[in-house]
Each structure stands twice: as structure tokens, then as C-alpha cells.
């Protein structure tokens, strides 16, 4: 997380840079303002859940009498995941239903990992971690999403 000091000095500095070419205050900051606008719109893309860093890709799944735990082997199953989130819907409200220990999906890859845990109503909507953030996966991918989750056990109705 970057702390407020160093973004502080890069937006004077932007608005001086901006206000020796321009020579006038307001427009420098509005200038300025724009330009941070695009940057954020750009960089962050908000709503959009990325997972591109996963190389690997497990699922558990411990509800009903079922136990499963494995590794998704199939690199080709996870390069569609990973499409699939890339184009779901992320920080949507749901309620938190499931208990991300006992379903998820774990993309691991780069340092980085997460749990995805699918909601056992619906499967398309997942728990991120254990916080209060969800990801919808959108109506066009839904049915290859659960087809996924059925070919390693998880048994969510397409």
C-alpha cells in the first residue's frame, strides 16, 4: 500500500510541472486532476477480479458427506478461470453463507494466493477469503464456471 507522503509529492510536483507549462494555477490542478482520473481508471480498474498470477489451482470441498480436496491438473481449466474472473464482477454484496475452510477454489501462484469460496446456493457467487467481498461470475461464463468446479467433485448445478 502506498502511504499518503509519497503520493503527496508526486502531486505537487505534477502540479508544478503542469503550472510551468501552463502559467496558471487552476488550470494545473485541473490538469492535474485528469490526468490522476485516467491513471486510477487505467491502472485500477475497479471491479474487475484478477487472478492472471495463478500458476496452480486447488478446490475443496467438505459438505454433505462429501470430502474432496485436489489440484486442478488441467492447465487449461485454470487459464478458463482465470478468464472467467478476469471478466466476473468483484466487491458485489451477498450474504456471507459459506464457510471459506470447507469450499474454495485456491489460485496460488507468484507469491500471492487467494480463496474464492462459492456460495452452496448459488456457486457463482464467491467468497473472497474470509473478508465481506464477493465476486459474481457473470451469466455468459456461469455454465462453463460450474462446469469446472463438477469435472474436480464440486457438485453445484449448472
Known sequence: MIGIFPLAVVAVI???ICYKFTKNIIASVLLFAV?????CFIIIRP?????NYATQAYVKYHMEGVKIDCEITDKSDIEELKRILKNSFSNIEAPSSTDPELIYIKFVGN???VKLAPHRGYGTILRIDA???HVYVSKKDKGSFLEILN???MPFDR
Not at 490526468?35 to 491513471?39: D, E, G, K, Q, V
Not at 471491479?47 to 487472478?51: A, L, Q
Open 111 to 113: 507469491g500471492k494466493s
Open 35 to 39: 490526468a490522476l482520473m485516467a491513471c
Open 151 to 153: 469435472k474436480y467433485g
Open 131 to 133: 473478508s465481506d467481498r
Open 14 to 16: 505534477t502540479i508544478l
Open 47 to 51: 471491479g474487475v477480479f484478477n487472478v
